[in-house]
């Protein structure tokens, strides 16, 4: 193979993912505005600015395109904390879990409304590997939640709740974030990290 065919393979790839980006940006804004019942995929193929045909080519189905756009969401929430340096403390492990999530949700709005909303719309077989990628995600921050209770002789919190707890803080702020009024995502999770370790029912 001479250097000009590994340049244009290389282009391909790259033209190949910049589609594929851009079918699953149309389909988070036709999925949130629509839901994911009503949206068919000749909607997405209108919405992305392709042809149906086109559309078939990158993702044979709503329900494939949906499971891409979940685990393309769960990688990047897991990668960083499955990467954590193991010589951070439990509390510094726990702002790291709530920046990155807050980071992270902070930065796709749109995305999160739809995983948030459409959770249960997978077929079987996709749905059984979406559990399986939100499990993963889960027991990454039950192990970090654990830890703090333990280092803190908590012995009376349920690592369960707590770690739940924590997600009903941070699950939902594509409700109400606006960065004008409540600041980039790093100081809302320094914040809501104080808030989660420390209450408010202290003297500042």
């Not at 999925?31 to 990158?58: I, K, N, P, Q, V």
């Amino acid at each position: 193979m001479n250097p000009t065919t590994r340049r244009s393979g290389k282009n391909s790839s790259n033209s190949g993912e910049s589609q594929g980006h851009k079918v699953r940006a149309a389909a988070a804004r036709l999925f949130a505005e629509r839901g994911f019942a009503r949206a068919s995929m000749r909607d997405l193929a209108e919405a992305a600015g392709m042809s149906l045909s086109g559309l078939y080519h990158y993702f044979p189905s709503k329900d494939e395109l949906l499971y891409e756009m979940q685990r393309d969401a769960f990688e990047q929430l897991t990668g960083p904390l499955s990467a954590l340096p193991a010589d951070l403390s439990p509390a510094q492990k726990i702002e790291q879990l709530i920046l990155n999530h807050l980071e992270f949700f902070a930065g796709h709005i749109t995305e999160m409304k739809v995983l948030s909303h459409e959770s249960g719309a997978l077929s079987d077989d996709l749905a059984k590997k979406m559990r399986r990628l939100r499990r993963n995600y889960y027991d990454l921050c039950l192990e970090i939640v654990t830890d703090l209770l333990r280092s803190r002789r908590r012995r009376d919190l349920d690592p369960r709740i707590t770690t739940m707890s924590l997600f009903g803080m941070i699950n939902w702020i594509y409700t109400w974030y606006k960065p004008g009024t409540d600041g980039p995502a790093g100081q809302l999770a320094k914040q809501m990290t104080d808030i989660f370790l420390r209450g408010v029912d202290r003297e500042a």
